[in-house]
């Protein structure tokens, strides 16, 4: 019986933690679902012009000092990245809101080869549009020196 046990309480903690690396982000409110609809058409489905007239506002102020302000540059931009990077994805792990402002933690990658970048994106929703935007993008290491993946966690969902 304890060996049932054993085996049975390593297979859950193994089932736990391959459900926590699988984790996706769920929408829990308007914003969360706006934003994440945004960034399965933009980045997934690879359609930036679309995406861009159907969720950014007529404003939009870009935080990224490599980016200017408004739609046309982020459009221009990835829709000469996807002609380039026709297999690249976005994995969003998880969705944070709160007010006006929503965050999604993700991870980008170019292709199967690409180890990818880790990604947090916040987003500043007004009148149903995105409206502003502020990122931290860095990239996925080999190795950690701490042991921990860049996504997995206790709150990975």
């Known amino acids: 019986m304890k060996k049932y046990l054993s085996v049975l309480l390593l297979f859950c903690t193994v089932a736990a933690c391959r459900l926590d690396l699988q984790a996706q982000a769920v929408p829990k409110n308007a914003n ?4 994440l609809d945004f960034y399965n058409l933009a980045f997934n489905a690879h ?3 679309e995406a861009a007239q159907r969720y950014i506002g007529a404003t939009y102020i ?3 000092p490599l980016v200017p302000n408004g739609s046309a540059p982020f459009v221009n931009y990835f829709a000469a990245f996807f002609q380039t990077h026709p297999t ?4 969003m792990v998880r969705v944070i809101s709160e007010g ?3 965050v999604v933690h993700s991870k980008f990658t170019t292709g199967p080869q690409d180890r990818g970048q ?3 994106d916040i987003f500043r ?3 149903g549009k995105i409206v502003e935007h502020w990122d931290v993008i860095q990239p996925i290491p080999e190795q950690s020196a701490n042991g921990n993946t860049m996504f997995a966690g206790n709150n990975a969902h």
């Open 125 to 127: 929703v007004a009148d």
């Open 62 to 64: 870009q935080h990224n």
């Open 118 to 120: 880790a990604i947090i």
């Open 47 to 49: 359609k930036p012009a």
């Open 32 to 35: 969360e679902r706006l934003v």
């Open 100 to 102: 006006d402002l929503v």
């Open 88 to 91: 690249a994805a976005l994995d």
